[in-house]
């Protein structure tokens, strides 16, 4: 039986990383999204201020099985901070590869993360999920979220491409 394992995520983990971020793109039906490069990953996440830190799952081979370990999933997540509460974390993306759900990987990666926010003296650790994903969703409450969007009215905007460029007059 193969042992999962949580940990940091290592600079020559990129190209695992990119291929899982494909997989939720297009798990979300979001694939044509994804501009992100391997070398962007490594240069955001890996130098001296990175932008985001990773976990990932790792399947470790039983004893005698010839294959290597194997990323199977992952945790992208970074710091924010609330002028209410103060430190948080952000968790930007979650995903497990489908034929190694319902084994508690996603829950193991969650809640690494919540064991890294309290490690850094955040108050509040936060994350979206589409409407639509009603497992992620029945996840996130089963192990204590709140749901902002009900409880507090919350929507999420964003500015990106030609109105990010005019907002900042460029």
């Not at 962007?40 to 081979?61: K, M, Q, S, W």
């Not at 929507?155 to 109105?163: D, P, T, V």
Request: charged share 25%; with cysteine; hydrophobic share 40%.
């Amino acid at each position: 039986m193969a042992f999962v394992q949580i940990r940091a995520a290592k600079e020559g983990d990129c190209g695992d990383i990119l291929r899982l971020i494909r997989k939720l793109a297009e798990y979300e039906k979001l694939s044509d999204q994804v501009k992100i490069s391997e070398e962007a990953l490594r240069a955001d996440g890996f130098g001296e201020n990175p932008f985001y830190h990773c976990l990932v799952a790792e399947i470790l081979p039983a004893p005698g099985e010839r294959q290597g370990p194997s990323i199977v999933g992952y945790g992208l997540y970074y710091f924010i901070y609330s002028t209410w509460k103060g430190r948080n974390v952000y968790l930007e993306d979650v995903y497990v590869m489908p034929e190694y759900r319902g084994q508690g990987i996603g829950s193991k990666i969650i809640k690494k993360v919540a064991e890294v926010a309290l490690d850094q003296g955040c108050s509040q650790f936060r994350l979206a999920v589409l409407e639509w994903n009603k497992r992620a969703i029945d996840l996130y409450k089963a192990l204590g979220a709140q749901d902002l969007t009900q409880v507090e009215g919350w929507h999420a905007f964003c500015f990106e491409g030609e109105a990010m460029r005019k907002l900042g007059g460029k």
